[in-house]
């Protein structure tokens, strides 16, 4: 999710609800006869709220879960989980004035803010990398077909170069002037795409790709020029796949953080909450 | 390049059920997810269910009460809540006005625990000024019809002291003269007297120990009789009629001992009975003679005269009957406290000199002075930290020097 103009109504929304918990927070800690702690009044109501925000924010997934169900539209939840989770941190801080309480209550603040910190992370990276894909990555596919696209490139790339080079098997060596193509297909074309995450070869280099394939032209005759480029294509294909692979892992990797220590902040917020309110 | 991509070409190349198969890394994710809830609430469970509650509590407890931090159900009970039953097994304190603030009859109320991280180790009792100020902020007020209560809101709001705005003089009727006392030159001794010869503090360091005759008195102000029975001395304090019954005793004690010789010729009652009536007999036998009988009245009464007249009167007031029986001594009503309500501490005082609160003392001659310190000498030090523009000062929050319940010793010394 981007947060551009249609997203002013929640930074509006929200930007009033901060100013009436920072006032409201303000009050309560002036008041020297309740001192705000969580278990005073005002304390409770900032955890409730808090809770709350955590409630909706973890909503999320079940939305996700029920797509077909008529429940608003999921660009509605994204934003609701997204302004409502950062909402949570100043909600959470006043709830305990500021303060993190005794052993399980810092853990489930320390696991609170990675938790909301992760999720900005991710947030930013929303706006970033898309961007960064869409400019760089012009052969973006599906990202769990990429192994299978990769699988197809190898067997493309073989068979381009056994149409003009014979079989690569072939006991008689490659057809006549089409050496250099075969033989720097075994030594840099193979071993690239063969390997599952190809690193340090000529073809991951924007720059020295083009001096590579302007060498080997220079080696092979003309009519063998468009298997070069066909050739270079498909590397060039595998490399913008493996880049939108790295780029996918930053882009969903965080969420290896932000979802499971989620999970556990709303399992440790439920205990929490129960059993302070049983010693309240 | 002959190679080209074309949306058909490019489509006809993924799998049509790819979304089938869940990709690993969601797998992960999701069981990554799950055992992320799962884990820590059966832990939290079984945490709360058999292991030691004192995981949740929600900060550290007051250092008095580190023996039970481990312990939380010898406060909050099985239901959870502080019960003024549970404060009550270990702690006495009675209320402050009983049935005037129902409110306050909870302990916890004013002492709430597990803050000792935010408010420090007295967290517990200190008390902010706001608990007090929401009675006594509004109004004066009399309690029970005896003592009035002015209104006050902040240490700088605060009235002069009673004894001072009333004008009320020193009770005491003992005479003493500080000025005297203090520029005495005394035999025997390289410096003059300090206010510490006779002002010392008592066990707990913080009030002074009542002035005590035969340690304070005694060196200078001798009681030794004269006349019949020179020499000898009387206890401090004796009632009239136990200091008569001392008197007749020393008296005959001297005469069965063959002393009564000495005794002066110039007194009626000096003239010693006939050695025969005393000597060799026993003590019953010669007080049960007239002859000795009349003489003892007449030495006891003579010493009795001399010690209210001399000894008793140089510091007490001495109240004589026109019958010449029995002389009365007023009692010495020196009040053990002059500022009930208050708790001070002297030990914690002992860099200020005592004449920087007490004024005045070396000039003094009057019993009814009075040297107090006022309102003015605590506001030297002490005010409201409160104020970030203020000096640095001590404490002056109203627990600093009241307590809120009855004025026992225990309370009155915050323990």
């Known amino acids: 999710m981007r947060v551009d103009r249609q997203q002013r109504p929640w930074l509006i929304g929200c930007s009033l609800a901060l100013l009436l918990a920072t006032a409201c927070w303000w009050q309560a800690r002036s008041n020297p ?44 939840w994204m934003a609701g989980h997204v302004w409502l989770g950062v909402l949570t941190l100043p909600l959470v801080l006043f709830h305990g004035d500021f303060e993190f309480g005794g052993t399980l209550t810092r853990w489930l603040m320390a696991l609170f803010f990675v938790s909301w910190a992760s999720g900005v992370f991710g947030l930013a990276l929303q706006h970033w990398l898309p961007r960064m894909m869409t400019e760089q990555i012009a052969r973006e596919t599906i990202y769990e077909q990429i192994d299978h696209v990769v699988d197809l490139l190898r067997a493309e790339a073989r068979a381009l170069v056994e149409k ?38 000529p073809f991951d280099q924007r720059s020295t ?36 692979r790295r780029l996918h ?5 965080w969420l290896f953080v932000h979802v499971p220590v989620s999970w556990a902040v709303v399992a440790m917020t439920f205990w929490h909450a129960l059993r302070a309110l049983h010693y309240t | 390049m002959t190679r080209t991509r074309t949306t058909k ?5 993924i799998e049509l059920d790819y979304y089938r198969r869940v990709h690993p890394l969601r797998r992960w994710r999701k069981q990554l997810a799950a055992a992320a809830f799962i884990v820590p609430f059966a832990g939290l469970f079984a945490s709360a269910k058999f292991g030691d509650e004192s995981e949740w509590s ?41 049935g005037n603030d129902p409110a306050a009859s909870e302990c916890a109320s004013c002492h709430r625990d597990h803050r000792a991280d935010r408010l420090g ?55 003493l003269n500080h000025q005297l006392h203090l520029t005495l030159d005394i035999p025997g001794r390289s410096r003059n007297l300090a206010c510490a010869d006779c002002h010392a503090l008592d066990a707990t360091g913080k009030r002074m120990r009542p002035i005590a005759y035969e340690e304070h008195c005694a060196d200078c102000h001798s009681l030794e009789l004269t006349g019949a029975l020179a020499g000898a001395t009387v206890p401090h304090g004796l009632a009239p009629t136990d200091l008569r019954e001392e008197l007749t005793h020393l008296a005959l004690a001297r005469a069965l001992r063959g002393e009564s010789n000495s005794i002066a010729p110039e007194t009626p009652s000096s003239t010693p009975p006939p050695s025969p009536l005393i000597r060799d007999r026993s003590r019953s036998a010669a007080a049960a003679d007239p002859a000795v009988q009349a003489w003892l009245a007449a030495t006891v009464a003579e010493s009795e005269q001399f010690l209210a007249a001399t000894r008793c009167a140089e510091c007490h007031s ?59 000498d605590c506001a030297r030090c002490h005010g409201d930290r409160e104020n970030p523009r203020a000096p640095p000062q001590a404490r002056g929050d109203c627990v600093e020097c009241h307590a809120y319940h009855p004025h026992r010793e225990t309370m009155r010394d915050g323990r």
């Open chain 1, 164 to 201: 003009h080079c014979g079989p690569l098997d072939a006991p008689d060596g490659p057809r006549t002037g089409t050496a250099p193509l075969r033989d720097f297909y075994v030594a840099q074309v193979q071993p690239y795409l063969a390997a599952a995450r190809p690193k340090k070869s």
């Open chain 2, 9 to 13: 070409s490019l489509a006809s190349r």
């Open chain 2, 58 to 98: 929600p900060g550290r407890v007051a250092p008095s009460h580190a023996a039970i931090a481990s312990d939380c159900r010898s406060c909050h009970g099985a239901e959870g809540t502080v019960t003024d039953l549970a404060c009550s097994r270990c702690h006495e304190g009675e209320l402050h006005v009983p």
């Open chain 1, 209 to 244: 790709a083009p001096m590579q394939r302007a060498h080997l032209k220079r080696l092979v005759s003309a009519e063998l020029h468009d298997a070069v480029d066909d050739l270079f294509d498909v590397c060039d294909e595998r490399r913008q796949i493996e880049q939108q």
């Open chain 1, 249 to 253: 892992h930053w882009l969903h990797g």
């Open chain 1, 33 to 76: 006869l309740d001192l705000l702690t969580g278990g005073s009044a005002w304390g409770l109501c900032f955890g409730i709220a808090a809770a709350a925000c955590m409630l909706i924010a973890i909503a999320l997934t079940l939305r996700k879960k029920l797509s077909t169900w008529p429940l608003g539209k999921a660009r509605h």
């Open chain 2, 318 to 376: 001495v109240e004589r009957s026109a019958s010449g029986g029995l002389a009365s001594i007023a009692p010495a009503g020196v009040p053990s406290s002059w500022f009930p309500g208050a708790r001070f501490d002297h030990h914690a005082h002992r860099a200020t000199a005592c004449a920087e609160c007490h004024h005045d003392v070396a000039a003094s001659r009057e019993t009814a002075d009075r040297h107090l310190p006022r309102l003015a």
């Open chain 2, 121 to 175: 180790s007295d967290a517990l009792s200190r008390i902010d000024d706001a608990h007090c100020v929401r009675c006594h902020a509004t109004a004066q007020r009399t309690i029970a019809g005896q003592q009035r209560i002015d209104a006050v809101s902040s240490f700088a709001s605060h009235p002069e002291f009673d004894v001072h705005r009333e004008q009320r003089p020193d009770p005491g009727t003992i005479r």
